[in-house]
């Protein structure tokens, strides 16, 4: 068999990644409760964890001692250790975050954006210029969280900001030898779906829907902590079922699609109002008032949220669906309509245990999140812990 370095290198580092892991979901974990949960013995995690703090990956503290157990330390990341760069492009402004391997995200930019949409992505593309040139060996990967459909790094459309078939990778113009460092790119809703099932309400479900209304809806099901994500990376796109009567036009160039339903332009269509530019912040302006006409339009649109989200769950089976963006308070809006909604249009035999509806916990931070995530799934492997090991000067 021929060798080749590169998987040498990688199966090298499959114990290490696996110890990274842990300590990504567990962050502060005991040592010994790592070697545990991996089925190692404390003499191979005290000399993989001493391995991996030389490689600038993980660091060790002391534990505080506990009754009479072997003294153990506290597994966390190395301040030295790899980082990555959430970028969160929303309808109204952006924001970029760092994250070390526990995931935990820092803000360090967040600006509207420019009208002209070239203009636009050449001030994100400096910003990410900036925290490299900050941080250049730490660097690994961005992921980019965005409000439209996207495929491989091309983003079909961002409606909110009028931006067509862009090619995201133009984000990491100002990063010397990009081709270095992971680039990935998720829908919002995906990655907030992501979000919820790593580390949100959806934690301890196997099988997992998200549902978020922003413009629209989008989701995802995410199955064993993985999004599925289509051929390219395109679905999800919930919102463009047609739920909706067929003679209403949707701008994705379909009909009838449940997107126009559930969202602040549907509340608009239902009060008479022009359709809002944030239907977001509509929802928000009008849900206080509780006049019978505002408390009917509600109802219309919490009953269509839920009838739909019935429907989804005869095609997906899951063990619980959480709700993101505007969904949380246009259910709790109208709650009995939501409900009685939602079970009408279960199947039969689903009606006597359908799965919880539970809001999400990530609230509008779930896509930056979800993006960590996606960059972290990146860098922590055996590949990408081979690649960060070959460029630290040990
Ligand atoms: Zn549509």
Same mark, same amino acid.
């Given at each position: 068999?021929?060798? !080749? ?41 005290? &000399? ?37 760069? =959430?970028? !969160? ?22 600006? +509207? ?6 203009? *636009? ?25 965005? =409000? ?96 909706? &009567? ?19 332009? =549907? ?10 530019? !944030? ?30 989200? +019935? ?29 009685? =909604? ?43 812990? *081979? ?8």
């Amino acid at each position: 068999m021929a060798h !080749d370095p590169r998987q040498a290198a990688q199966s090298r580092w499959l114990g290490a990644a696996a110890l990274l892991g842990v300590v990504r979901s567990e962050p502060g974990i005991t040592r010994a409760a790592a070697a545990q949960h991996l089925g190692i013995g404390s003499g191979n995690a005290t &000399e993989l964890a001493s391995r991996l703090r030389e490689a600038r990956l993980l660091d060790e503290e002391p534990a505080p001692a506990q009754g009479r157990g072997r003294p153990t330390t506290l597994l966390g990341p190395h301040a030295q250790g790899p980082l990555v760069l =959430a970028v !969160d492009l929303r309808a109204s402004d952006w924001r970029l975050a760092l994250a070390g391997i526990d995931g935990r995200a820092e803000v360090v930019r967040r600006s +509207g954006y420019p009208d002209d949409p070239e203009a *636009a992505l050449a001030q994100i593309a400096k910003a990410i210029g900036a925290v490299y040139r900050r941080n250049p060996k730490r660097l690994r990967a961005i992921a980019i969280a965005v =409000a439209g459909p996207v495929s491989g790094v091309r983003l079909g459309q961002f409606p909110s900001r009028g931006w067509n078939d862009v090619d995201l990778s133009v984000l990491t113009a100002k990063i010397a030898d990009r081709a270095d460092i992971g680039l990935l790119v998720g829908n919002d809703a995906t990655l907030a779906g992501l979000a919820e099932a790593r580390t949100g309400a959806a934690r301890e479900a196997v099988t997992a829907l998200h549902l978020i209304v922003a413009q629209g809806i989008g989701g995802t099901l995410v199955v064993n902590g993985e999004p599925v994500t289509g051929a390219h990376g395109a679905a999800g796109e919930y919102g463009h079922i047609p739920f909706a &009567e067929p003679d209403l036009e949707c701008p994705c160039g379909a009909r009838g699609c449940w997107d126009l339903t559930v969202d602040g332009r =549907a509340l608009a269509r239902h009060l008479g109002d022009p359709s809002p530019d !944030d239907p977001v912040g509509y929802v928000h302006t009008i849900i206080g008032n509780r006049d019978a006409r505002t408390r009917r339009a509600l109802a219309a649109v919490a009953s269509s949220l839920g009838r739909g989200i +019935g429907a989804l769950v005869n095609l997906h089976d899951p063990d619980i669906v959480t709700l993101g963006g505007a969904a949380v308070p246009l259910r709790a809006a109208a709650p009995e309509a939501f409900a009685d =909604a939602y079970r009408d249009a279960l199947m039969a035999f689903r009606k006597s245990a359908p799965p919880p509806v539970r809001d999400g916990v990530h609230g509008e931070d779930g896509p930056l999140h979800g993006a960590v995530e996606l960059a972290l799934d990146h860098v922590v492997t055996p590949a990408g812990v *081979a690649d960060w090991v070959a460029l630290q000067d040990i």
